[in-house]
């Protein structure tokens, strides 16, 4: 569910908070059981704990601000938040065969802040611009969380066995940018009577991301990237 209030001082100002609540399904992770039947060995299998993972749950809290300002000419908004994850979905990986999967941590945590404006420079013209920073880590420990293997072998193989590492109090987690940031300017011009059309240049970017939670269990940064579109 969810419950807002908000206060208006005037008709460019207004402030908002907002509390909800919200769920994702669980659902089977689609790899085989281990089950060793006749001795035969499964290359690929899940253990008990990997065949499914459950729904999580997010309780967030969100406090922001809309503005219109210069006589309606830039809208400035903004907003914090922080959203508590009970029984966190996070990337995975089975033990026997390192098949990539869903599993369920224990807890987690993300903060942020989101910035956002539309300027209307002149009547053609007009800037965009959107930044937004997240810091989201395991606020528990979750044993067993990483699946990975052993690349120390000491009998000459490329592989030791697999293991797992925990996940700790901290841990950020996998595949959240802190930074994400974006700009756009756009130019309106008329063609003929009732017909105009509009010319425009972005630039949209974020940081990099880890691969892993923690970057633990042999994980590796994925760098950061921007994309210009015109």
């Known amino acids: 569910y969810k419950f807002s209030l908000s206060y208006q001082p005037d008709d460019r100002l207004n402030f908002y908070a907002t509390y909800s609540e919200g769920m994702r399904a669980g659902n089977s992770n689609n790899v085989p059981p281990c089950t060793n039947e006749n001795g035969s060995v499964q290359a690929v299998c899940a253990q008990p704990g990997e065949l499914q993972y459950l729904p999580d749950r997010t309780r967030n809290f969100e406090l922001g601000f809309k503005t219109r300002l210069l006589d309606g000419r830039l809208m400035l908004n903004g907003s914090a938040y922080h959203i508590k994850w009970i029984d966190p979905q996070v990337a995975s990986a089975t033990l026997v065969g390192l098949m ?131």
Do not use: C
């Open 100 to 230: 990539p999967i869903t599993i369920n941590g224990k807890g987690a945590a993300s903060d942020g802040v989101d910035i956002s404006l539309v300027w209307q420079l002149t009547p053609r013209v007009e800037l965009r611009g959107i930044y937004s920073y997240t810091h989201a880590r395991l606020t528990t420990a979750a044993p067993n969380l990483i699946s990975y293997f052993n690349t120390d072998s000491s009998d000459g193989n490329a592989f030791g066995p697999t293991l797992y590492a925990d996940g700790v109090k901290g841990d950020r987690m996998p595949g959240s940018p802190r930074h994400k940031t974006g700009i756009e300017m756009l130019y309106r011009f008329p063609l003929s009577a009732g017909i105009s059309a509009q010319a425009s240049y972005a630039v949209t970017a974020q940081s990099g991301v880890l691969a892993t939670t923690g970057n633990r269990g042999n994980g590796f940064r994925i760098p950061g990237y921007a994309i210009q579109d015109a």
